[in-house]
């Protein structure tokens, strides 16, 4: 039998059964939600109770972001409104707009982000209404601007002139028109729009996590947002996907695959893109983006990189495929977005926009049943120590 020390380090403390202390909180249920529900044994991801393939199908983004925050299909009448609302808040003060335009040179793009949603937040003019509809308009302002302020802080660095959202299109496909300057091929504009229904939600992840906790103090919604955006800056949850292409370009070509693969696991080192916390087998969104992935190869007819993909997927399922290890929603998505000319810095700032809905509509569902999250630390220190006045300690 261990005793309490050891079983703290080994990360789990039970007493009479229950537990009490379990490392990263995993498998603890911090909340009743009714947004999405996740089978990470089956691999199977539902967002208001319709599973992720149905929605990448037939939905946009503006339809699923409507469905997580409002818990159901919007009417044509609902989403034509919805949409609007969306377009006509995409702007964002110029006073944002120039801090986004004239920083310091290189900064991280999530630090970009990070400010500039919370200067958004000051010139809101719904900042100060606490009621149900001036908390949507806010939310709902928040999701819109991201998008122009990712493709604003590209041109700008790039020294290309700025484009203004076009109220024409779409949420995803204006996001390509802003940061490319034209108007994008409507199926690749489609193949983005799918990539964000599949990044726009997933139950409590560290991100959408840290957005809860921040709101459940009653703080503010933007609050909440910046929250979530400092915590998936972090590689182990955002920016996987970047590095799976710098791991790529490592690798070079498929046949050097295997022995990369099999060497990073001696050396206990981690292969981006695969393994997760709750998908113990395939990340459903793993399998729809890797379809695009493939397709958008064909279409260039550029297949190094998805040839490397499907290597690397296959030797690790070999290798650790029996530890739950498999790709995650991040190893196929960077082929993708690279296609899509999106730049690699950008490609979490990219997740931010897409999952900005997901925090959002957790913080809303919380806050109405809220409790202020407080868990407790199981003290490992010594149980008594004298205080040594300065002049006798060595
Ligand atoms: C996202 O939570 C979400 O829903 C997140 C997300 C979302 O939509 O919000 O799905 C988005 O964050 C996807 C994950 C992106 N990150 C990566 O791809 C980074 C690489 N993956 C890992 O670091 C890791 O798999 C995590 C962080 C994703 C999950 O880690 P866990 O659940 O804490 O797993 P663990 O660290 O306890 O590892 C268990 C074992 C260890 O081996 P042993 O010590 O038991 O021998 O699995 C091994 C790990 O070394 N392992 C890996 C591995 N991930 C875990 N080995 C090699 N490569 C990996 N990627």
């Given at each position: 039998m261990h005793s309490n020390k050891e079983m703290v380090k080994m990360g789990v403390l039970e007493t009479g059964g229950v537990i009490q202390y379990s490392k990263g909180l995993e498998g603890v249920i911090a909340a009743l939600s009714s947004i999405s529900a996740i089978d990470g044994a089956q691999g199977k991801l539902i967002y208001r109770g319709i599973p992720i393939e149905m929605l990448a199908k037939y939905s946009t983004y503006e339809e699923t972001a409507y469905l997580l925050l409002y818990g159901e299909l919007p009417t044509k009448n609902a989403l034509d409104e919805f949409t609007v609302l969306m377009r006509e808040l995409r702007h964002i003060p110029p006073k944002v707009e120039m801090c986004i335009t004239e920083l310091?040179?290189?900064?991280h793009p999530m630090d970009i982000l990070k400010v500039a949603v919370a200067h958004s937040g000051l010139y809101d003019p719904d900042q100060y209404r606490c009621c149900r509809e001036g908390v949507m308009r806010k939310v709902i302002r928040i999701i819109a601007q991201i998008p122009t302020m990712i493709a604003y802080y590209h041109r700008a660095r790039t020294g290309q002139e700025i484009v203004p959202p076009n109220p024409e299109l779409g949420h995803a496909a204006n996001f390509l028109y802003m940061l490319h300057g034209k108007e994008p091929d409507e199926e690749e504009a489609r193949i983005f729009d799918i990539a964000m229904i599949l990044h726009a939600e997933h139950g409590l992840n560290a991100s959408t996590f840290a957005a809860m906790v921040t709101a459940s103090t009653l703080s503010d919604i933007n609050s909440a947002i910046v929250s979530a955006i400092g915590t998936l800056k972090g590689p182990l949850h955002g920016g996987a996907n970047e590095r799976v292409l710098k791991m790529l370009d490592e690798i070079g070509t498929p046949d050097r695959a295997e022995e990369y693969v099999l060497n990073a696991l001696k050396e206990k080192r981690r292969i981006m893109g695969f393994g997760h916390r709750v998908y113990k087998t395939y990340d459903p969104r793993a399998r729809i983006l890797k379809e695009y992935a493939e397709y958008l190869s064909k279409k260039y007819n550029d297949t190094k990189w998805i040839e490397m993909g499907e290597k690397i997927e296959e030797i690790m399922i070999r290798e650790v495929g029996k530890k739950g290890i498999f790709p995650n929603v991040d190893f196929y998505s960077g082929i993708v977005y690279q296609f899509l000319g999106i730049?690699?810095?950008?490609f979490t700032p990219v997740f931010t926009m897409a999952r900005s809905v997901g925090w959002a509509a957790h913080v809303c569902e919380y806050t109405q049943n809220n409790r202020i999250f407080r868990p407790r630390a199981y003290y490992t220190g010594p149980d008594y120590v004298e205080y040594v006045p300065i002049e006798q300690r060595r």
């Open positions: 310091p040179p290189n900064p730049p690699r810095d950008l």
